[in-house]
């Protein structure tokens, strides 16, 4: 893997990338990080199920368990197993890479979220769609993990917490790509380290190139953009995609998303607070509330 003009450090949204000299803008894309195919998970979307790299002995009884998953849904649950696996692997790079990823404990996914933390929520029905998510994943455990499968098996995760926390680093970290081996084109879901630390923002300055004639993933700084030390770097992790989606996959929400303002047009003068009051939004953070200029509101 290499990284150019770049940092890996704790910011506010937990890991990020961070620029660690000045960018001119330029005309062209310019590279910050390539990262081989090599160093991937990843697992084609459609069946036949290909695994890059070819980790997975044949016949390992985890093929069994990814060919139980329903191959139109559960994307996720196939790379958590992927990801489990390469865990277990003896001098597996991701048993080193383990070390980056955050813990229970500091991963926002709402999967790990307790009832009280769901009961919480602003949006019921997020709450119910998670409280739905965590029986899945519970219940595919409890399918896959019974007490009769083997140790090789058994040992991935002893305790539904450990498919849990794998299976939100799968949603929260998965990154979709095209990719091609040889002549063949496939959708692919993976999870593709040190890019993997990127952040999101809806005005990112980065974003993905699959270069395929040597099977690297390029991170590249937007043409044009101005880039100052310090910066961080940020890709688009979701377009068109309201709160309650990123909440859902990501554990975190934003109140600058352009696909979750409220249009309303008019010529009726209304006073800001009842106009806020009506949509129930009081009970927002203060930003929303005092509409500081960042929610697309014209009244
Ligand atoms: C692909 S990881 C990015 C690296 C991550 N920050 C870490 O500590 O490893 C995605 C996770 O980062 C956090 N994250 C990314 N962008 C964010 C943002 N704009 N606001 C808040 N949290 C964000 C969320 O916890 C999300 O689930």
């Not at 692997?89 to 991963?107: H, I, K, V």
């Not at 377009?239 to 979750?260: A, E, H, K, T």
Request: with cysteine; glycine share 6%.
């Amino acid at each position: 893997m290499r990284a150019y003009g770049i940092e890996f450090k704790e910011g506010p949204d937990g890991f990020g990338v961070y620029a660690s000299k000045d960018v001119e803008p330029l005309r062209r894309a310019r590279v910050i990080m390539e990262i081989p195919l090599e160093l991937m998970l990843t697992v084609s979307q459609k069946l036949p199920w290909m695994f890059f790299p070819d980790i997975v002995p044949v016949g390992h009884p985890i093929f069994d368990i990814i060919n139980s998953t329903d191959p139109e849904t559960d994307w996720d649950l196939r790379l958590a197993c992927l990801l489990l696996y390469a865990f277990d692997r003896e001098d597996n790079f991701w048993q080193l890479y383990g070390d980056f990823l955050p813990s229970a404990d500091e991963c926002p996914s709402l999967l790990l979220a307790s009832e009280e933390e769901l009961s919480e929520l602003q949006n019921p029905n997020l709450a119910s769609t998670m409280r739905e998510q965590q029986c899945r994943a519970l219940e595919f455990w409890e399918k896959t993990w019974h007490s009769g499968v083997p140790l090789k098996i058994k040992r991935l995760a002893r305790d539904p917490e450990r498919f849990i926390w794998a299976l939100s680093m799968a949603q929260s970290r998965c990154i979709g790509m095209q990719m091609r081996i040889g002549a063949l084109v496939q959708d692919a879901n993976m999870l593709i380290p040190y890019a993997d630390m990127l952040n999101h923002s809806f005005e990112p300055n980065c974003f993905f190139h699959w270069r395929f004639k040597d099977r690297m993933l390029e991170v590249m700084i937007n043409a044009g953009k101005r880039i100052k030390k310090g910066d961080e770097m940020t890709v688009n992790y979701m377009s068109g995609q309201q709160n309650d989606l990123l909440m859902q996959r990501y554990g975190f929400s934003s109140p600058v998303n352009p696909w979750d303002v409220i249009q309303f047009s008019g010529n009726a003068r209304i006073h800001l607070d009842s106009f806020l009051s009506v949509f129930n939004i009081s009970g927002l953070p203060e930003e929303y509330y005092h509409n500081t200029g960042r929610l697309s509101i014209v009244i």
